[in-house]
C-alpha cells in the first residue's frame, strides 16, 4: 500500500499570510483573527493547489475559534473534485443520531469525500463553553459511547443503545453514507493518553499522533497494526534543498518572546496529555533525531514538531516510518501553501518512486 | 410592508427536471416519501438547483427545507444549495434537543458566512415520540418546549454577542461560552427564529424567543385573535399552507378532490395517529369532523384527514387567491410558506399569476395610505 499523505487545511485569511509568526495560536485565538471567518477564495485556491500537490485529503480543525468544519468541507467540497475532508469534531456536543445525519448527507454531497477526526475534548474551559462539563476521562467513555452509537447506523437497520451517556430507542435514518466504496467514514482517533489509545483500537480506524522519532513509535504502532487499526502522524515539514538551509528556515520562524510566553499560557491549561508531552520533550532536548526538531512546539504549539531537511532526506525518513508500520501523515509547514507545493513537487515524487521497486 | 412568500424546498427526487408532472403523481410522491424506498433520502442537487432558481425567478423570498429521519440534513442542503443560488434564503427547519447550543450556534453562523447570511431558522420542539427516542430524545411533550425555550435562550445569548456566555438552566449550562465565528448577514446579527406549532406552548415559545410563529392556514376569522395577540408583542405570524391555482374554480376544485385517495382510509391508519403527541394533529384530525372540509370559500381541509394539516389548501382562479392573501394581510398575517403539486408548476403559476395581483393592489393600498 502506498503511503497516503494529508495537510492541514489553512484557517481564514492564511493562506495569503507569509509568516510562521501570524499564523500562530496566539494569534488565532484573538477576536479579531481573521481565523474567524469562511475564506472561500484563499481555501479554494489552496485546495486545487494540493489536489495538484497529489494530496488526498485535508484536516479541518474544531475550535471556538473558527468556522464550523462540517459546512466548511461541504462548501469546499462542492468546488473541489477530488479533495477528501478530514472533519475534526467533539464528541460531547451532539446526540450521534443528528451527527450521523449531518456526517451522511455531507457524504452524499461530496462524493463521500468524507472522513472523521473524533476529539473527545480539549481544555476544561473550552468545554464548558460548549456545555459539557465531564473530566478528562468521562468524555473518553462518552466518546466511546458515542462511536459506538455511530457506527450502529453506519451498519444499518434499526439501532437500539442504553448507555450511560446515550440512549437510542429503535434509531434509523435513512440517508445513508454514501461513497464510492465505502458505507461508513474513516474515523480517526487523536491523542495520547491510555484512553485515546483504547477508544482508536476499539471504535477507529486509525489512531492520529504526533510524530516521534521511529525507535519510538516502533512498538505502539505494531500493537495498532496487530489489532487492524492504522496510524497517522501529525508533523511539520520544512523542505530545503540542504539540511543547512532547511535549519536556517526553521530558525527564521522562532518568533518573538511575546507569542511564546502565551503560546506557553496555552498549553499549560490544557488538560490535553498530547501537549504536555510535546512541550516536556521541547524543553529536554529539540533535537529528536537529526531531521526531527521540537525547537518550535513552545511558540506554535505541539503539532510544531517538524521534519526538516533536503528532499532526499525527507523521503528517507517517510519511508522509515512506512518501514514500522505508518501508513498516513498529516502535515503542516510555513506558509502552508508554499511548503505543500515543495513538499509534491521535491518530495512525493521520491516517495513514489521507492515505492514502486 | 409587503407581504412575504416562502415555499417548501421540494424532497430529493421530487422535481422532474425533465418531464411534465402530474398533481396526481406529485402527491402520491410526497406520501410515499417517507417509505424506504423513496429517492427522499437522498440528496438531489440538480432538482433542487432548478426548483431554486424557478423560485428565485418566481419572487420567492426562501425556501424552508424540513428536518425528518426521512431525509438529509436540512443545514448541510441548505450550505450547498446556497453555493449555487445568489438570492433565495433557507429556512432551516431543526429540533431544538439533538445538539448543544453553542455548537447548533456555530453551525448556523458558519453557514450565514458562507452563503450571505442567506439562513433563518424554524425551531420545532420535537416529532412524533417514536422519532425522538430514535434521536436519543425521551422529554415528554411539554418539557420539550421547556428545553426549546432554554435551547433559544442561549443561542440568543450568543448571538447578542456583548460578551461571553453563561447559562445555568434545567436542560442547558454553558460556562464562559464564547465564539468567534459571527452571524453574518447584511443587516443582522442574528438569523430570524421561526417557531411551529399549535399549542400554547408553541404560542408562548414564539413570543418569548422567536421573530415569527408558523402555523397552518386556518380561516381569517378563526386566526384573527391568535394573529393580534402576537402582532401586539412584536412576533410575526407566517401561514404554511397549499396552493392550487388554476385559470377557474371549477378546475382547481377537481384538481384538488383528484388527490383524495380512492377509498376512504380507515382512521387508525391515517398519518394522524403517527404524530401522536402534535396539537397540531390533534386539531386537524378533529377537522374532519367538519362535513365537507371547506374552511371558507378557498381554503379547504379535505386532504388534511388523510395526509395532515399541511394539505390545508387555498384554492382557486389567480384573483382568488389574491384576495384570500390580502385578507390575511389585513387581520396582521405578514409571510406564507407554501405548497403545491407539483411544487415546479405550482411555484411558477404562482409567480407569474397571482403574486403581481397582490403587487399591485399593495401598491394600490400604499399610495391611497400616502
Avoid at chain 1, 509568526?21 to 484563499?42: F, H, I
Avoid at chain 1, 435513512?174 to 476499539?202: C, I, K, M, N
Avoid at chain 2, 383524495?260 to 391508519?269: F, K
Wanted: net charge neutral; glycine share 8%; aromatic share 8%.
Amino acid at each position: 500500500m502506498s503511503l497516503r499523505f494529508h495537510w492541514m487545511f489553512p484557517k481564514g485569511g492564511e493562506v495569503a499570510m507569509k509568516t510562521a509568526q501570524e499564523t500562530s495560536r496566539v494569534l488565532t485565538t484573538k477576536s479579531t483573527s481573521p481565523a474567524a471567518l469562511p475564506d472561500m477564495e484563499g481555501w479554494t485556491h489552496f485546495a486545487r493547489s494540493a489536489e495538484q500537490a497529489g494530496i488526498e485529503s485535508v484536516l479541518l480543525s474544531f475550535s471556538r475559534y473558527e468556522p464550523d468544519t462540517m459546512f466548511v468541507a461541504c462548501a469546499v467540497g462542492r468546488a473541489t473534485t477530488k479533495l477528501k475532508f478530514i472533519v475534526a469534531y467533539r464528541t460531547g456536543m451532539h446526540q450521534p443520531a443528528s451527527f450521523v445525519q449531518q456526517i451522511n448527507t455531507l457524504s452524499a454531497l461530496i462524493g463521500g469525500r468524507v472522513a472523521l477526526n473524533i476529539v473527545a475534548g480539549s481544555s476544561t474551559e473550552e468545554q464548558r463553553g460548549y456545555g459539557d462539563f465531564l473530566a478528562h476521562d468521562e468524555r473518553y467513555a462518552r466518546a466511546d459511547e458515542f462511536l459506538s452509537v455511530c457506527n450502529s447506523f453506519w451498519r444499518g437497520g434499526e439501532v437500539d443503545f442504553d448507555g450511560k451517556y446515550f440512549c437510542v430507542e429503535r434509531g434509523k435514518l435513512l440517508t445513508p453514507f454514501l461513497a464510492p466504496d465505502r458505507s461508513a467514514p474513516e474515523v480517526y482517533v487523536s491523542g495520547h493518553s491510555e484512553q485515546a489509545q483504547q477508544l482508536a483500537r476499539a471504535r477507529g480506524s486509525c489512531w492520529l499522533r504526533l510524530i516521534d522519532t521511529p525507535e519510538k513509535l516502533r512498538a505502539p504502532v505494531a500493537r495498532f497494526r496487530e489489532r487492524g487499526v492504522e496510524v497517522c502522524l501529525r508533523l511539520c515539514v520544512i523542505c530545503r534543498p540542504t539540511r543547512e538551509e532547511a535549519i536556517e528556515a526553521a530558525e527564521a520562524l522562532l518568533p518573538t518572546d511575546d507569542i511564546g510566553r502565551q503560546e506557553r499560557g496555552i498549553l499549560a491549561r490544557s488538560d490535553s496529555q498530547t501537549l504536555k508531552q510535546a512541550l516536556a520533550v521541547a524543553d529536554e532536548v529539540g533535537w529528536l533525531n537529526r531531521n526531527l526538531w521540537a525547537g518550535l512546539v513552545p511558540f506554535y504549539g505541539s503539532s510544531a514538531i517538524t521534519l526538516l531537511g533536503s528532499p532526499e532526506e525527507l523521503a528517507e525518513m517517510f519511508l522509515e516510518y512506512k518501514r514500522i508500520g505508518v501508513t498516513q501523515f498529516i502535515i503542516a509547514g510555513w506558509p502552508k501553501l508554499q511548503e505543500m507545493l515543495i513538499f509534491g513537487r521535491d518530495v512525493l515524487p521520491l516517495i513514489r518512486d521507492a515505492e514502486q521497486h | 410592508m409587503s407581504l412575504r412568500f416562502h415555499w417548501m424546498l421540494p424532497k430529493g427526487g421530487e422535481v422532474a427536471v425533465d418531464a411534465a408532472q402530474t398533481p396526481q403523481e406529485a402527491a402520491r410522491y410526497r406520501l410515499q416519501a417517507t417509505s424506504s424506498t423513496s429517492p427522499a433520502p437522498r440528496p438531489d442537487m440538480k432538482g433542487w438547483t432548478h426548483f431554486a432558481r424557478s423560485a428565485e425567478q418566481a419572487g420567492i423570498e426562501s425556501v424552508l427545507i424540513s428536518f425528518s429521519r426521512y431525509e438529509p440534513d436540512p443545514f448541510m442542503v441548505a450550505c450547498a444549495l446556497g453555493q449555487d443560488t445568489e438570492k433565495l434564503k433557507f429556512i432551516v427547519a431543526y429540533r431544538s434537543g439533538l445538539l448543544q447550543p453553542t455548537t447548533f450556534v456555530q453551525q448556523t453562523n458558519t453557514l450565514s458566512a458562507l452563503i450571505g447570511g442567506r439562513v433563518a431558522l424554524n425551531i420545532v420542539a420535537g416529532s412524533s415520540k417514536a422519532e425522538q427516542r430514535g434521536y436519543g430524545d425521551f422529554l415528554a411533550h411539554d418539557e420539550r418546549y421547556a428545553r426549546a425555550d432554554e435551547f433559544l435562550a442561549v443561542c440568543n445569548c450568543f448571538w447578542r454577542g456583548d460578551g461571553e456566555v453563561d447559562f445555568d438552566g434545567k436542560y442547558y449550562r454553558v460556562e464562559k461560552g464564547k465564539l468567534h465565528t459571527p452571524f453574518l448577514a447584511p443587516g443582522r446579527s442574528a438569523p430570524e427564529v421561526y417557531v411551529s406549532g399549535h399549542s400554547e406552548q408553541a404560542e408562548r415559545l414564539a413570543l418569548a424567543r422567536g421573530s415569527c410563529l408558523l402555523r397552518v392556514a386556518d380561516a381569517p376569522g378563526k386566526l384573527q385573535p391568535q394573529v393580534a395577540r402576537m402582532r401586539e408583542r412584536g412576533v410575526e405570524v407566517c401561514l404554511r399552507l397549499c396552493v392550487l391555482c388554476r385559470p377557474t374554480r371549477e378546475e382547481a376544485v377537481r384538481i384538488a378532490e383528484s388527490l383524495l385517495p380512492e377509498r376512504d382510509i380507515p382512521r387508525q391508519e391515517r398519518i394522524v395517529a403517527v404524530k401522536d403527541d402534535s396539537q397540531m394533529y390533534r386539531e386537524s384530525s378533529a377537522a374532519n369532523g367538519r362535513g365537507d372540509g371547506w374552511l371558507t370559500g378557498t381554503l379547504w381541509a379535505g386532504l388534511v384527514p388523510y395526509h395532515g394539516p399541511v394539505w390545508t389548501t387555498l384554492l382557486g382562479t389567480p384573483s382568488d387567491i389574491a384576495e384570500s392573501l390580502l385578507e390575511y394581510r389585513d387581520i396582521g398575517v405578514t409571510q406564507f410558506i407554501m405548497s403545491g403539486w407539483p411544487e415546479l408548476d405550482e411555484v411558477s403559476t404562482f409567480g407569474r399569476e397571482v403574486l403581481p395581483l397582490v403587487r399591485r393592489a399593495e401598491e394600490g393600498d400604499e399610495k391611497r395610505g400616502a
